[in-house]
């Protein structure tokens, strides 16, 4: 019995030690898992910005969305808004404002605006070597998960990339939205760039090769006409004539005809196809006369019973290319059913 124990006790360190490495798996398998729960994140198609300010733009999306766990909406909206702080350069400065860095933190020679910019510590005094990327996006956690606190909790709910950029703004930024330094049509551009470029790939609908191609660029006047004279252009080589949009179906009726294609005037729901071009009057979708007094047309990508996905361009004043979910209503004046391949 004596040799048992003493048998034991020389095993129990081993044992203790296998426990203790099974236990360090276990924790780095969970703290793997954690890390992972936002992929590296790659965009697609044209962005707003090149070289490294496209390197600044997407280690500081990653960031956003790993480690404050924004919405991919929220990222979008901060970006844009750093994009017309410092068109996403971590050592733009402006000695006349006393602000420099990616988004023009306060205290940088001058402390006429505040002195937010030495406030968690890594950045030093005027010290340029300081003036990183890295030690912003350190300054950026510290005033999100404290005074700032509210941003955070916006952005991280966020299902929309404009309305992300204007509480950015208001919130983070402390400019007012009626201020014309705010930019509001520039950022709210964009905000839809930025989500188009790192999520387009994602949207939901359908997809129309030739128009996923445009996605988050301005075609033609970059009015919603010009959208969808683009993709009747491509496919038929004629283009569409008139001046309101909720008029394509009648002013074009001939040339759609002749072309091979369907109109159809006042369609039902179950009229609605992919790949019709959708033209609205007034209503929810357009405005009102006073609001719009051209209606709206755009690209359908995909039907579900009452509900459709869209390509539109000039949605709320934001002249670039984006897919839109939209319900059947009755201010749809006509669709155009492209010919059969």
Excluded at 46 to 71: C, D, I, R
Excluded at 143 to 149: D, F, I, K, R, T
Excluded at 154 to 180: H, I, N
Excluded at 296 to 318: A, D, L, P, R
Aim: aromatic share 10%; hydrophobic share 40%.
């Amino acid at each position: 019995m004596k040799k048992i124990f003493l048998f034991l006790s020389a095993l129990l360190p081993f044992c203790l030690l296998g426990f203790l490495v099974l236990l360090l798996a276990v924790s780095s398998l969970f703290g793997a898992s954690k890390q992972e729960d936002v992929p590296e994140i790659t965009g697609g198609g044209s962005p707003p910005v090149t070289g490294e300010a496209l390197k600044v733009a997407t280690k500081t999306y990653q960031h956003l969305m790993k480690e404050q766990h924004f919405t991919p909406e929220g990222a979008s909206g901060a970006l844009a808004v750093g994009q017309r702080e410092s068109n996403l350069d971590p050592k733009a400065i402006n000695p006349a404002g006393g602000v420099a860095g990616l988004f023009q933190w306060s205290g940088w020679g001058s402390f006429i605006n505040g002195n937010r910019i030495h406030a968690e510590g890594s950045i030093k005094g005027m010290d340029l070597s300081t003036l990183t990327l890295d030690n912003e996006l350190k300054l950026l956690d510290y005033e999100l998960n404290g005074s700032y606190s509210k941003a955070k909790d916006l952005l991280s709910k966020s299902k929309d990339p404009v309305q992300a950029a204007k509480d950015w703004s208001l919130y983070y930024e402390g400019v007012s939205l009626s201020d014309g330094q705010s930019k509001i049509e520039m950022i709210s551009q964009l905000a839809n760039q930025w989500y188009v470029y790192f999520n387009g790939a994602a949207s939901s609908g359908g997809d129309i090769k030739l128009l996923n191609e445009v996605l988050g660029k301005k075609v033609g006047s970059g009015q919603c006409y010009a959208l969808s004279d683009y993709y009747v252009h491509s496919i038929s080589g004629f283009h569409l004539q008139g001046l309101c949009a909720f008029n394509i179906g009648s002013d074009n009726f001939s040339s759609f005809t002749s072309h091979g294609w369907k109109v159809i005037m006042k369609p039902k729901a179950s009229d609605l196809v992919a790949g019709a071009v959708i033209n609205w009057g007034f209503g929810s979708v357009a405005g009102s006369a006073s609001e719009n007094p051209y209606g709206h047309t755009g690209v359908i990508s995909s039907v579900k019973g009452n509900s459709f996905s869209t390509y539109e361009q000039n949605v709320g004043g934001v002249q670039i290319v984006q897919k839109m979910n939209r319900t059947w209503d009755s201010s749809i004046t006509s669709i155009a059913i492209p010919p059969k391949k």
